[in-house]
């Protein structure tokens, strides 16, 4: 493990060039399919251990199997159960793009996110100071990351848009009740200009609410609980946007 912030730097520039993550779900996009980010996470503070035979690569390589875009990765140990290995491994076994979905406070963060192979770090708007936003986003910049700017309301997204990230995440879970209302993103689509990429993140849980999210207008899912919690994550997933002919499943 590498603590050392010009270790770090270097390790983050001898990484092979990001994959390209909102890339990725542009080119969803322009062929008409949904844009899934699918995610890899062993627990939950709300909901405690979510898969117990948790194994990252297996579930990312059925993720890409049945076709999903991108990947979401939880890395934070003390409430999720993370582990940095958990993203480098189904980084690799998917061949998708990766994002580091962790608690990014510190540049030093940034840096070892690119180190362990993420292409895309999560920043929240909820636990970050306007400056911060701002050079935590610009610092992923210089490694060739894209930034996905999470907010759950409209002073956050004022916030957020002030640094123009190429993608919005707007959480339908509220970080205080933790209750979750998918209005909260159709809510917030109207105040986002058209030429950034809308992810609703939480409480996507059947075809319906795919549908619905899709009409609104959203370009992409973050989702995870409701696949993890599948037999197979990647064939629950190819029957949530399969039935609207929304995903490329090779399996």
Not at 7 to 28: C, K, N, Y
Not at 134 to 155: F, K, S, T, W
Not at 177 to 189: D, H, N, S
Not at 206 to 211: K, L, Q
């Amino acid at each position: 493990v590498l603590h050392n912030l010009a270790d770090l730097e270097v390790a983050a520039r001898s990484q092979e060039d990001p994959r390209g993550f909102a890339d990725a779900i542009t080119a969803a996009l322009i062929t008409g399919k949904a844009a899934v980010i699918a995610e890899v996470k062993k627990a939950s503070p709300s909901k405690g251990v979510i898969r117990p035979d948790f194994n990252p690569e297996m579930i990312a390589a059925s993720y890409a199997r049945h076709g999903a875009t991108c990947l979401s990765v939880l890395t934070d140990v003390d409430f999720f159960q993370g582990q940095n290995e958990f993203l480098t491994g189904a980084r690799a076994a998917s061949g998708l793009p990766t994002l580091r979905k962790d608690f990014v406070i510190d540049p030093w963060q940034v840096a070892e996110s690119r180190a362990i192979g993420a292409d895309c770090v999560l920043l929240i708007a909820a636990a970050l100071e306007d400056a911060q936003m701002a050079e935590l986003a610009a610092a992923a910049a210089a490694y060739g990351m894209d930034v996905l700017l999470e907010v759950h309301d409209r002073q956050e997204l004022e916030r957020a848009l002030a640094v123009g990230p190429r993608l919005i995440g707007i959480n339908n879970r509220n970080l205080h009740t933790f209750e979750t209302r998918l209005e909260t993103t159709l809510e917030l689509l109207g105040e986002i200009p058209g030429d950034q990429l809308v992810v609703t993140e939480s409480g996507i849980t059947s075809a319906g609410d795919v549908a619905r999210m899709r009409t609104g207008g959203v370009h992409a899912f973050l989702i995870g609980e409701t696949l993890l919690r599948a037999p197979d994550p990647g064939e629950k997933l190819a029957a949530l946007f399969g039935p609207t002919g929304l995903i490329g499943d090779d399996s």
